[in-house]
């Protein structure tokens, strides 16, 4: 929906959702006001939002490179016992997938 912005727009107003794994638990937005909430890292895929989170291609690569290591958690013991992959990353923003 926001596909007619201009590039210079670097994101939408705030994301819960982690645009790697699709992480979507934590109390702190992952990107507000359209910039990365550093240091807000994803206890799940490890990833601290920047600005070079902005490229679908880079997103996609960082995901492949997580999912590739058998999507190991980065704070296992934030994981959930009934955690479903597959459920989560239907959570990554569609425009980020
Ligand atoms: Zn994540």
Redesign the pocket.
Known sequence: MHATEPASVPGPQCESA?R??G?DDDPEPFWEGGWPNEGAI?P??G?EPSMNDVSVIGLREKRGHWLGRGAPWDSPSSRPKDWDILEQVKHIPAEWR
Request: charged share 0%; proline share 0%; hydrophobic share 10%.
């Open positions: 982690c790697v794994c992480h994803c799940c895929c990833n």
